[in-house]
């Protein structure tokens, strides 16, 4: 996949995860990956954001505003969040 790609793509939680929010992260339970994940609270931002509608592209706009990173972090930091999701299994991409 090409970097430019990803910034068009919609993701979304994978069905067989339950998570909850405390304190500002996220808990992942997954029987797919067989673990419990905890998310630092940029990774939580985007889980949350990962409503079936929203772009990578608008997550990433809204992380921008909401704790004052730099793009270049941003578009470093977020491929690899949407790397390691999808490798273990619990983000997928919406198919339209």
């Given at each position: 996949m090409k970097r430019g790609d990803l910034w068009k793509k919609i993701y979304i939680h994978s069905p067989d995860c339950a998570w909850r929010e405390i304190g500002g992260e996220v808990f992942i339970v997954s029987s797919k990956s067989g673990g419990v994940h905890m998310?630092?609270?940029?990774?939580?931002?985007?889980?949350?954001?990962?409503?079936?509608?929203?772009?990578?592209?608008?997550?990433?706009?809204?992380l921008e505003k909401e704790f004052d990173v730099e793009n270049s972090t941003i578009n470093k930091d977020i491929p690899e969040?949407?790397?390691?999701?999808?490798?273990?299994?619990?983000?997928?991409?919406?198919?339209l």
């Open positions: 998310l630092n609270p940029v990774a939580s931002f985007i889980w949350t954001h990962l409503d079936g509608n929203s772009t990578v592209a608008a997550i990433a706009s809204e969040f949407f790397d390691e999701m999808t490798k273990i299994g619990i983000v997928s991409e919406k198919q």
